[in-house]
Every structure is written in C-alpha cells, then in structure tokens.
C-alpha cells in the first residue's frame, strides 16, 4: 500500500497550493479519501475527506477555502488549497479507509507553509 503525497511547498499568504495524493495497492474506489495536516505543537486534524461517490466533508477552518476531489479512474486524490493563512501551516498527508474491510491506510506528507 502506498500513499504518496506531493505538491507541497512554500506560498505567501493568500496564494493557492494544489496537492495530491496517488495510491496504490487499495481499491481506490471503495476507500474514502482524506487529507489530515499536523502543524508542528499541535494535534492532527482532519481537513476534508470525500467518499467514493463524491460527498465531501471540511474542517470549519477551511471550509469556502479548500476544496478537495477524486479522480477513480487515476487513483488520486486532490485538495484544491485557496486564500493561503500562516495558520495552514502543517504537514498535510492523506489517507484512505475501505468502506467495506474497514481498512486504514496512511501516506507520507507533504509539507505547506505559508509565510505572512
């Protein structure tokens, strides 16, 4: 199972970051999808996360900001990252869980920050 992240970096504040995440060695179109982000002090925190048919869910602090997609047919998932704050700043990994095993897959990072 992998979970590579990648299109993280370093963005003045209001600017806009495209991150992705490809996966391997799941059923992709069975697991729900999520971006999780851990600033450095802090807890992990869910960011949004989309089922298999779409739905999507957001943290409160980035709801009208992020948007986040799928693409089954690549295996990928996508957070769309707009109007950039200092306080995105975080490790942003994803994960995946299969809807019907229930199993939970993590990926590596990928670091955002933005400077004020």
């Known amino acids: 199972v992998q979970l590579q992240a990648s299109g993280g970096g370093l963005v003045q504040s209001g600017g806009s970051l495209r991150l992705s995440c490809a996966a391997s060695?799941?059923?992709?179109?069975?697991?729900?999808m999520g971006w999780y982000r851990q600033a450095p002090g802090k807890q992990r925190e869910l960011v949004a996360s989309?089922?298999?048919?779409?739905?999507?869910n957001y943290a409160g602090s980035v709801k009208g900001r992020f948007t986040i997609s799928r693409d089954n047919a690549k295996n990928t998932v996508y957070l769309q990252m707009n109007s950039l704050r200092p306080e995105d700043t975080a490790v942003y990994s994803c994960?995946?869980?299969?809807?019907?095993?229930?199993?939970?897959?993590w990926g590596q990072g990928t670091l955002v920050t933005v400077s004020s």
């Open positions: 060695g799941i059923s992709f179109s069975f697991n729900v």
């Open positions: 994960s995946g869980q299969n809807i019907v095993t229930r199993a939970f897959n």
């Open positions: 989309i089922t298999p048919g779409g739905s999507t």
